[in-house]
């Protein structure tokens, strides 16, 4: 008797689950990341552009090209700060 139960019980839960696939319409469609990172191209980065630099999510953090174009732009402004320091001191 309780093999017949178990086999009910699991054609139920099928049942159901066949029920829910067929009325259920899944997801709506994810909104598109609208806060896009902006670097300036025309000068380099100043601590006020990292203050408010924003990057888009992704589904682990935070999306790489993202966090990969701010750092070389800090890269950049830290290079030519430094340049311009040793021309000072020279």
Known sequence: ???????????????????????????????????DPVLPSDR???SSDVATLQFRTAIRGYRMEDVDAAMAAMHAA?????????????
């Open 1 to 35: 008797m309780f093999v017949v139960e178990v086999v009910l019980g699991v054609l139920a839960v099928l049942a159901v689950a066949l029920l829910l696939a067929a009325v259920d319409t899944g997801l709506p469609p994810a909104h598109p990341d609208t806060n």
């Open 44 to 46: 380099l980065l100043t």
């Open 78 to 90: 830290l290079w030519a700060a430094e340049q311009k320091a040793d021309e000072v001191t020279k």
